[in-house]
């Protein structure tokens, strides 16, 4: 894992936060958005020379994120990106569908126009990532526009178990952005805001769960998800503005 891999634009250190705080959340955003690929080995030098800070803070850092499902500790000790099989990748989509599903329905009473507002400005900021092509910017787009929607909740509890979900599905994510527009025709996220806006739980269930089985369409067909390696990651060509433009048409 080198500087050359990923990408911290997009994250800067807190003041006050520990060396061991830090580590733990660069390395779960780095896993989240998908800048490190299944079958990928990480380890403790080459990541504390990354951040440049002493080892302590990495072993812990990766044993969290080891008992959160985002890494996998193999027999001979080495830390690496678990691959996810066929069934495993269902089982992970189906939980994050009626875990997101009854989010939004809990969080939709209490969105105010202020929230709404929100969404909006959060949409148009991935729609721009979009048509640069930002494969990083998509997919923390998209995280922060669902995170800022079910956050409206006061008692938002499921969104620790969900993020969860985010951080074991992260290193496929750029799989499902090849090709996007063969399997995501429609902007889910209009629909969504579009259910808020006429308070429509029905219609807010049914984009929700539109929109987390469209995303994820090319990355769920068996065939490429097992013959997909870091290598052919490297070369996944991004949807730009002429896919976005046609979106937009047909929402």
Do not use: C
């Amino acid at each position: 894992m080198s500087k050359n891999d990923i990408n911290f634009d997009k994250l800067a250190r807190e003041t006050g936060e520990t060396a061991q705080e830090w580590v733990y959340r660069a390395l779960r955003f780095v896993v989240m958005s998908g800048q490190v690929q299944p079958g990928r080995a990480l380890t403790i030098r080459g990541i504390a020379d990354m951040l440049d800070v002493s080892a302590m803070p990495v072993r812990e850092a990766l044993r969290r994120l080891t008992s959160e499902g985002a890494l996998e500790l193999k027999s001979n000790r080495r830390i690496m990106v678990p691959d996810l099989s066929p069934a495993r990748l269902a089982e992970l989509l189906e939980l994050r569908i009626m875990l997101e599903v009854h989010a939004a329905e809990r969080a939709l009473p209490y969105v105010t126009e202020a929230k709404l507002s929100e969404l909006h400005a959060l949409n148009d900021e991935q729609n721009k990532a979009f048509e640069d092509p930002d494969p990083q910017g998509i997919i923390i787009g998209n995280q922060a526009f669902h995170r800022a929607l079910y956050l409206a909740h006061p008692h938002a509890v499921t969104l620790p178990m969900i993020e969860r979900i985010w951080l074991q599905l992260g290193p496929l994510h750029r799989l499902a952005l090849a090709n996007l527009e063969k399997h995501y025709v429609t902007d889910r996220h209009v629909e969504i805001m579009q259910a808020i806006e006429t308070r429509n739980p029905f219609g807010l269930r049914a984009a929700i769960e539109a929109d987390i089985r469209d995303g994820a369409g090319y990355m769920t067909q068996t065939e490429l998800l097992e013959r997909y390696t870091r290598a052919e990651a490297d070369n996944l060509v991004m949807p730009g503005k002429d896919y976005m433009t046609r979106l937009v048409k047909t929402t």
